[in-house]
């Protein structure tokens, strides 16, 4: 083990947080160019998969949607196609994605961002994000199991991280 490495893991206080890119990114053909950006921050992938999300899944996920009227709608969406799940962890992970996601209407998104340059409408606004490290830590739990989630040494951090 590198101890520069060692320093940095200690000193470093590390979120993870979820993202699922929905299914008008996996039917564009986005999902690459959707990790790409977040691989380019410098986050780590620690969780990948693909899952046909059910209605058991959805009313947990959106519970604070599901008595309005376009809950419909974005159940139905969410599973006309298969969903990408990730768990990607990094300093101010949740903060950082959000940022890289840009605003949940893709029409106000600033350009640069995943929803302004490849969203135009909702729900299909490419991706969801954790909105909280709350909300994170129960998404993780809700979309993987613990033996799906991977711990490993990321060298690059040696580039992004500096050991105080």
């Known amino acids: 083990m590198n101890p520069d490495l060692e320093k940095i ?4 206080s590390f979120e993870r947080t979820v993202v699922l890119v929905k299914p008008d990114g996996l039917q564009r053909g ?3 160019e959707v990790i790409s950006r977040f691989e380019r921050k410098g986050l780590k992938l620690v969780a990948l998969k693909m899952i046909q999300v059910d209605d058991t ?3 947990a996920h959106y519970s604070h949607h599901i008595d309005k009227l376009f809950f419909k709608s974005l159940a139905e969406f969410m599973k006309s196609s298969p ?3 990730m768990v990607l962890e990094g300093l101010e992970a ?7 996601c840009g605003t949940t209407k893709p029409t106000a998104a600033v350009a640069g961002s995943i929803r302004g340059d490849f969203g135009m409408g909702l729900p299909a ?3 969801h994000s954790s909105d909280s490290v709350e909300s994170a830590k129960e998404e993780i739990v809700r ?3 613990q033996n799906e989630i991977f711990e490993y040494d990321k060298t690059e951090y040696l ?3 500096f050991p105080d």
């Open 9 to 12: 893991k200690k000193s470093v």
């Open 30 to 32: 986005l999902i690459g």
């Open 57 to 59: 899944l959805l009313e």
């Open 83 to 85: 969903v990408v799940a």
């Open 94 to 100: 949740v903060e950082v994605v959000r940022l890289l």
């Open 125 to 127: 606004n490419i991706v």
């Open 143 to 145: 979309f993987f199991e």
């Open 159 to 161: 580039n992004i991280y």
